[in-house]
């Protein structure tokens, strides 16, 4: 199960990367991460109810000059592959795509997503990350923003429950 | 009524607006009746309202218009039950009902069979200023509304299937972009892009 630490220091290092505003489509994995969403003052929050959506928000947000991310699971990935393909990528969007990593070896759950994940992203050229070590959490997090800004794409963390 | 006389019968009620416009017919005949860098093209089918959502909360002190179709809404008929969760008071968002998928051929919606009631859909999702327009005098009325008071706003525009002669658009979607951030900028006064500094600059 998530640790209240560990979503903590995924909040800290999104601050510290100037993320402000955060859509979101939750996990069992990053009930924490979200909850502490819904109450913080910093990030705005905007749940949506299927990933899609959530690549249009932060797009939309993007255009006015808000440093956004997209919090789902690898699933809602795979829910948003035309809207990261024909806006995300195509008008060249940076989104920091945080992803719970179901699926991943030593999760019992939706294995058959956890197999595609990395090949997807792979495909629609989106650089990733597999976030494993509580370390790095934030240097990781930090380098995603400025490889998203510096590309003008959507760079994917895929979390862990180690991170978690 | 033809969304092109929809469109040239609303123009002098907009100053300075946003407006993002669907993947479909009204982008076009929209760029030719109002050209500017305030205009926004979308790609994505259904997409607009969330990218219209998006830059409404983003930036609270301005209008924004999303322009969608029947096609596009009902491919992202969701989006309704989060405008109506987030409540931003700044968005119109405009169906433009066709009762078909005019850019793709002309084929059937879920409008197409007259059961579906956009209006409706968007009330009971929380959108409590919605409403249908049948004549341009309504649809004016409706808009004349929305910019006049708080939303978040829907407007179901009944039109009839045709498109009007207008030149496609100048810019593909990078330089849209561009030129839509930068009018954010000059007109709100802030600065938006953020140009990465090379590493070789910041070195003595």
Known sequence: ?164 | MKRFECFQAIVPLIKDELFVTTAGGATAEWNAVRPSDGNIQVKTLGLCSSIGLGLAVALPQRKVFVFDGDGALWMNLGSLATIGLHQPKNLIHICWDNHQYESSGGEPTAATADNLDFAGVARSAGIKSSCAANTVEELKEAVRHALNNDGPHFICANIAPGRAEAPPLKYDELENKYRFIRYIEETEGINILRIPMPASYLLK
Do not use: W
Not at chain 1, 67 to 82: I, K
């Open chain 1, 1 to 164: 199960m998530a640790s209240i630490a560990g979503a903590e220091r995924i909040i800290a290092g999104l601050k510290e990367a100037g993320i402000n505003l955060v859509s979101s489509v939750p996990d069992i994995n990053m009930l924490q991460l979200i909850n502490l969403l819904y109450e913080d003052k910093e990030i705005a929050h905007l749940p949506v109810g299927r990933e899609e959506e959530g690549i249009g928000v932060c797009t939309g947000a993007h255009l006015a000059g808000k440093q956004t991310a997209m919090l789902m699971q690898n699933g809602g990935l795979l829910n948003s592959c035309n809207g990261l393909t024909t806006t995300a990528l195509q008008f060249g969007i940076p989104i920091l795509l945080l992803i719970y990593y179901a699926g991943d070896i030593g999760d019992n759950a939706f294995h058959m997503v956890g197999l595609v994940t990395e090949p997807v992203l792979q495909g629609l050229g989106i650089k990733h990350i597999v976030m494993r070590d509580p370390a790095r959490v934030k240097q990781d997090i930090a380098g995603a923003v400025t490889l998203a800004n510096s590309s003008k794409r959507p760079v994917a963390l895929l979390l862990t429950r180690a991170v978690l």
